[in-house]
């Protein structure tokens, strides 16, 4: 067993044109002082790092941690969530998602894909250079849009899907191994891998690479119906990062999983601070620490009715008072003896 490391934050969600949410430095005091220990760095906030920079330069990664180890805290993951997304984008999606691309990418798939593959090599090295040896991303998708089979995908179609998307994963995955940094994908709604049937066909494309991991964060898995507690059952050896968000399914009825194309606080299926929803995240603590899961508890917000401020402050005691303290002895050590073969045998009449 392992006890489980935290409370952290992804400061994604928490960007902000005024302070403290615009700069390093405010939001490293601001999660400081609500009692975090770690940060998830989102690495397209160019007002958090500069990410290329940390590919190529030692000392620039020294001063970072440096900063951050100022306010007591720690780097738990870099995050290439938005790029990520970028290796693999269906043409039905280019027009939304150029909206990750810089300018000189835009109108540009081929362009794009090159520079979000760059994007996440970089960050596999800038992660080595800063002492870390997970990552969290997204896988980027191509078969989304043939989700729900209407009209019937043809014959071929998911194994060509799930060739072409290893196909462009391999390589970097190759270099993330080259730099001793495990992929944390996010299993998400949306992504290619969304569930544990998906992450088994991208393992198994890509020949069952051993840098291929997960990001397990149970909200969506309660969107989609699946029980996010077997999951940790079926691929606990590849959990090696973990989001603390929580969500609720309430159906009626006029809407489902699908949500009716409505806002989140108006689906059936949405994300909640932690605390607020439907999960259980005592069982998901317990068994992450009793399978030896080596994991952040990183809290992320999106909730649809509570403040991000509220949310954090919340969120960093919630964590604190989830992690277990791995017990290192069993409870009946005190009745335990040195083992005696004679008196075994008496104990089974033999």
């Known amino acids: 067993m392992k006890t489980i490391k935290g409370p952290a934050i992804f400061l994604a969600q928490f960007m902000d044109e005024k302070a403290p949410f615009n700069s390093l430095d405010g939001l490293c005091k601001w999660a400081s002082d609500l009692g975090y220990k770690g940060i998830q760095i989102p690495t397209w906030e160019t007002r958090l790092i500069d990410l290329d920079k940390a590919a190529n330069s030692q000392t620039y990664c020294d001063e970072l941690k440096g900063k951050i180890g100022d306010y007591g805290l720690e780097i738990t993951e870099l995050s290439t969530h938005l790029q990520g997304q970028l290796v693999a984008v269906h043409p039905a999606y280019d027009i939304m998602f150029d909206n990750f691309a810089p300018d000189n990418c835009k109108n540009n798939p081929k362009k794009r894909t090159e520079w979000a593959i760059q994007q996440v090599k970089n960050a596999a090295t800038a992660s080595k250079r800063l002492g870390l040896s997970v990552h969290a991303t997204f896988s980027g998708s191509l078969l989304w849009h043939t989700m729900h089979p209407w009209p019937q995908r043809p014959d071929g179609l998911v194994e060509m899907g799930f060739a072409e998307l290893a196909k462009r994963w391999l390589p970097i995955l190759n270099h993330f191994d080259q730099e001793g940094v495990d992929v944390c994908y996010e299993i998400h709604p949306g992504e290619d891998l969304h569930d544990g049937v998906t992450f088994e066909r991208f393992l198994e494309a890509t020949g069952n690479h051993t840098r291929v991991n997960i990001l397990y964060d149970p909200s969506h898995f309660v969107l989609q119906q699946l ?10 050896e590849f959990i090696k990062a973990f989001h603390v968000k929580d969500s609720e399914f309430n159906p009626t009825g006029k809407k489902g999983v699908f949500g009716g194309y409505s806002d989140w606080k108006d689906r059936a299926g949405r994300y909640r601070s932690p605390g607020d929803g439907q999960i259980d995240f005592k069982t998901i603590f317990s ?4 399978y030896g899961c080596d994991v952040w508890a990183v809290m992320e917000w ?29 409870f009946d050590d005190f009745a335990g003896a040195d083992i005696d073969k004679a008196q075994l045998k008496k104990i089974l009449g033999l």
């Not at 507690?229 to 606990?236: S, T």
């Not at 068994?287 to 009793?290: A, F, G, H, R």
């Open 302 to 330: 999106e909730c649809c009715i509570k403040s991000p401020e509220q949310g954090a402050r919340e969120g960093a005691a919630f964590i604190k008072n989830h992690i277990i303290e791995a017990t290192q002895k069993s």
């Open 227 to 236: 029980d996010y507690i077997e999951y940790i059952d079926h691929y606990h």
């Open 287 to 290: 068994k992450l620490t009793e």
